[in-house]
């Protein structure tokens, strides 16, 4: 069955439980997906990759088919479904796992794709298209963003943003995050402030070094500083970055704790875990335990506060303390 992306928050999740969304628009597709159904059902879910059912196809069975897996309601999302998939969605069906709701997500598919003609024309199944946003749709995004967060910002800069973020929802959402951050301490947004902030042809962004230093990667975060021209402002969203990626890691960390299995946790985890960046996730969990994570976040308030007292080469500060953390085991 077809249905438009505007009307994803008319359907009936009892009735239906299988989904396809396909088409280059991702950000609009991860919007939806959060949106019309993990905030409207409130349950666990599950990411997969097309690779890893293919790769192992009987314990991907075995983990919905599993009794304890129907204890509440889940969303199972599989990107990067491909025609290879077709069969195996076919057996998802044939199984009848009624107490979850399976989302497929893939690229562009064309009409005559088979995959595609299966849940168009399935009455079970709903497809939906996404296709790339017009700059109207771009502007009115980035409009209600800056007067949600009450940031005052002119229209020539909300238009420079969204030339720089390549007409992408996907990366214009990056990009205003990075300005919510920014906000922090200023909610005032200058044309400068916007051309340092919003960068896509850097090579690593604030978030590549956060991440880095929680994999203590000291190698690359040297690579990170070097080849970046990080600015005086930069030191509070690096900062800020940094603090709140340490509290969602030490959630995880005490989950992990509590369960022992690394899997497990990152599969509960809440938000979800992008099935990119589980790895990364995975490795800075066992690279930081809870207590440690827990002195982590002080060090992090006590340098913010330093920096807020004490304007002088902030940057340095913050950088310095970034390369200390990555070497510290």
Not at 85 to 97: G, L, R, T
Not at 176 to 185: D, G, P, Q, R, V
Request: charged share 30%; with cysteine; aromatic share 10%.
């Amino acid at each position: 069955m077809i249905i438009k992306n505007y009307e994803t928050n008319k359907i009936d999740l009892k009735k239906f439980k299988y989904f396809l969304l396909y088409g280059n628009n991702k950000g609009h597709i991860d919007e939806i997906i959060k949106n019309n159904f993990v905030n409207k059902l409130k349950c666990n879910l599950y990411n997969y990759d097309e690779s890893e059912i293919i790769n192992d196809r009987n314990n991907f069975f075995d983990q919905i088919l599993n009794n304890s897996f129907f204890e509440n309601e889940k969303i199972i999302i599989i990107s990067r479904i491909s025609e290879k998939s077709k069969k195996i969605i076919e057996e998802i069906q044939e199984k009848k796992v009624d107490d979850i709701i399976f989302i497929f997500k893939s690229g562009t598919l064309e009409k005559k794709s088979k995959l595609r003609k299966f849940f168009e024309e399935d009455k079970n199944s709903i497809c939906i298209a996404f296709y790339p946003d017009t700059s109207v749709t771009l502007n009115k995004i980035a409009n209600e963003f800056f007067k949600k967060n009450n940031i005052s910002i002119s229209q020539s800069n909300i238009n420079l943003i969204i030339q720089k973020s390549n007409a992408d929802r996907e990366n214009l959402n990056n990009e205003l995050k990075k300005i919510e951050l920014f906000s922090l301490s200023s909610k005032n947004i200058s044309t400068e402030n916007i051309i340092k902030l919003v960068n896509l042809n850097e090579n690593h962004s604030i978030f590549d070094l956060v991440d880095n230093c929680l994999l203590k990667n000291q190698k690359k975060v040297i690579n990170i500083i070097n080849e970046n021209n990080f600015s005086v402002e930069d030191s509070i969203i690096i900062l800020r970055t940094f603090l709140n990626k340490s509290k969602k890691l030490l959630n995880l960390s005490k989950e992990y704790e509590k369960n022992n299995n690394i899997n497990q946790t990152i599969a509960n985890a809440k938000p979800p875990i992008f099935w990119k960046e589980k790895e990364t996730v995975k490795k800075q969990i066992t690279n930081w335990g809870s207590d440690k994570i827990k002195k982590l976040i002080v060090k992090i308030t006590e340098i913010e506060l330093q920096i807020k007292k004490n304007s002088y080469n902030p940057i340095n500060v913050t950088l310095d303390f970034i390369f200390d953390q990555s070497s510290q085991n």
